[in-house]
C-alpha cells in the first residue's frame, strides 16, 4: 500500500476521519516490516562503522589525511560513525547514496540530480547537502557514488508486505474473536418497541456486563433479575480458543523475508545466540562485504589514480575487525603465521587492536630453523 493511498482511507469529504485510526492503521500494517528492515539496517550500517578503513601508500601502511578522514573525521560537522550510518541508510533505503569531495572534506548529498552517459562522464547537478544549494556542476570522477545493484529490493520487500500484512491483520481478528467472551441472556423481553427503551435496557446489559468482563477488575457484581438467565456461548467454553502462535509465525516469515533480501542471517536478526559464530561469519561473507568492496572500489577510483593505484596506494576496508575474537584463541594462530614470517610483532599488535612499538626488532620477520628453502631440500647428500 502507498502512502498516498494509506492516506485517502482516512479522508472523508476531504476531511480526516480520525487520527487515532490513523495511528492503529499504521502501526498494524507497518510496524512488523519497518523493525525488520530498521534492524537490517542498523545492524550493516553498525558492523560497517566498526571496520578500519587503512589507507596504504606504496605498499605500506600510511596514516594521513585520507586515513583520519574516513576514520576520524570526514568533514567538519559528523565523525566517521554518524557518516557511513547515513550513507548506508541512504544507500539501503534510497537505492543511492552521493558522496561530494570537497576540500579534503567528504559530505553526503540530502538530494541530486544525475544526467547519465554512455561514452562520457555522468553530470551531477542541483547538488542539496543540509540547507545548501550547490550551483555547481559535478562530473563522474568528482564525486563518490553508492548504488544499489538492485534498486528493486524495497519495492519487493513492499509489495510482498501488502499481502502478508492482511494475512497478519486477519490472524489478529480471527484471534480476537476466538478468544472473546459472548453471553446469551435469555428471559421475558416483552416490552414497548420503541428505540428510547430498547436503547435503556441495552445500555443496561452494557454497562453491567463491561464491568463483569473487564480482566482488571478485582471484583464486580452482577444484578441478574428475576426472569434472565445467562448463557456462556463463547468458544472457550468448548476449548476452541487459540494462543497467539499463529500470528507470531506470520511476524515470523515477514523477519524471515527481510532478512533473505538483505542477506543477514535470520537468527542473527531474531538475536538467536544458537551458533553465532557461523552466523556472524555468514553475515560478514553476503551482508557486508559486498557493499564494503562496492564503497572501497569507489574510494579508489575516485580519491586515487590509475598510477596511484597500480603503484599499491589505495585505501582497502577492514571487516575481520567487527568479530570479536579471544585472545586465546588466537594464540595457536599468530604463533604460526610469526614462525613462517607472515607476520611481525607490530603486525600481531595491530590485528589485536593494540598500538604499535616504534622498535625495529619489532618490524622484522622472523623465520622458524624447520623451514628451508624448497630446492636446497631436493639436493640432499651430506653437504646439503
Known sequence: MSMWQWVKRFFKNGQLDSLKDCYYELSAEYYYKKLAVETCVNLIANALSRCEIKTFKEGKAHRGNMYYALNVQPNQNQNATAFFHKAIRKFIYEGECLIVMQNDNFYI???????????????YSGIQIGN??????????????LKLTDTKILSVINDLYESHGKMIEAAKSYYKLKNNKRVLVKGDFLRAQDDETQKKIDDMFETQLKNWFDPDKKSVAFQLQDGFELEDMSDAKVGLTIDSRDISNLIDDIFNYVAMAFHVPRGLLKGDLADIDKQTDNFIMFALNPPAEMMEDEFNRKAYSKEDYLNRTYVKIDTSKIKITDIVQLATAFD????IGVYTINDILS????????????????????YQDAEEALKGGEEN
Open 132 to 145: 545548501l544549494a550547490m550551483n555547481k556542476t559535478f562530473e563522474e570522477s568528482e564525486v563518490i557514488r
Open 336 to 339: 604460526k603465521m610469526f614462525a
Open 351 to 370: 590485528e589485536l587492536g593494540h598500538e604499535i612499538v616504534d622498535d625495529e626488532i619489532a618490524n622484522k620477520r622472523h623465520v622458524t630453523k624447520n
Open 109 to 123: 548529498a540530502d538530494s541530486f540530480n544525475v544526467e547519465e552517459f554512455a561514452f562520457q562522464e555522468n553530470k
